[in-house]
């Protein structure tokens, strides 16, 4: 079955604390990006990549990092996470640019 | 001014009703056009994909493309409770790399 998977699906953690959400998919997709979801705020880019060793800065980067080492894998580090970064996070993929994207089950990020 | 705007809703409808979903946007230099819906808690799912102008449909579903207005709209045929959720659209250009949203419009098909 074609899939994005993201872990974990919830997680709370304390500030300061570094984490990882990892994200996978099994469409030989070049294209992912992370976004972040607030209410009134709507979805937001983090980052994206074109495909591996390229990425690049979304809308709102500052506080992440990401990582594009192989093909199906595309996760988005923490490095010293803050309450505002209390999020919903969904990664997504296509196979070449943005159109078409398939977005994972996210990610609910409680960051104390 | 945001690059596409949509009204947040919530769009409330009777059941069996034509829903008409839409959003307008300022850059004309967009080419890709997509509709996704969005069950609470869960992620986006893809429902219309259109290139440049024109119609689109896939059972229920019609999405149209004017370029000329800079709007586009998604309809909704039969309407079901089951299409209760946040419809989302979203843009991008051919020298783009992201896309860029529309805040989503919450629609509920009453029973």
């Known amino acids: 079955e074609a899939q994005v998977t993201q872990n974990p699906r919830y997680l709370i953690t304390v500030t300061g604390k570094k984490l990882t959400v990892t994200c996978s998919q099994n469409m030989n997709h070049e294209y992912m990006s992370w976004y972040r979801q607030d209410p009134g705020l709507g979805l937001r880019q983090i980052y994206y990549?074109?495909?591996?060793?390229?990425?690049d800065k979304g809308d709102v980067p500052e506080g992440y990092k990401v990582s594009r080492k192989e093909k199906r894998n595309f996760p988005l580090i923490l490095e010293s996470p803050s309450p505002n970064q209390t999020s919903l996070y969904f990664c997504a993929s296509s196979f070449r640019g943005p159109a078409n994207s398939f977005f994972g089950q996210g990610t609910r990020l409680t960051v104390v | 001014q945001k690059e596409v705007e949509q009204d947040p809703g919530p769009l409330s409808v009777p059941e069996g009703a034509i829903v008409s979903l839409n959003c307008t946007y300022s850059?004309?230099?967009?080419?890709?056009f997509m509709w996704y819906r969005q069950y609470s808690r869960k992620g986006p799912e893809l429902l219309m994909y259109?290139?440049s102008s024109g119609n689109k449909e896939d059972g229920r579903f019609t999405a149209q493309v004017d370029k000329s207005s800079k709007y586009i709209s998604l309809f909704i045929r039969d309407s079901q409770p089951s299409d209760s959720a946040t419809y989302l659209c979203a843009m991008s250009d051919d020298s783009n790399y992201q896309l860029i949203w529309g805040a989503g419009t919450k629609l509920i098909i009453k029973p």
């Open positions: 990549s074109m495909n591996v060793e390229v990425t």
């Open positions: 259109t290139y």
């Open positions: 850059n004309s230099a967009f080419q890709y």
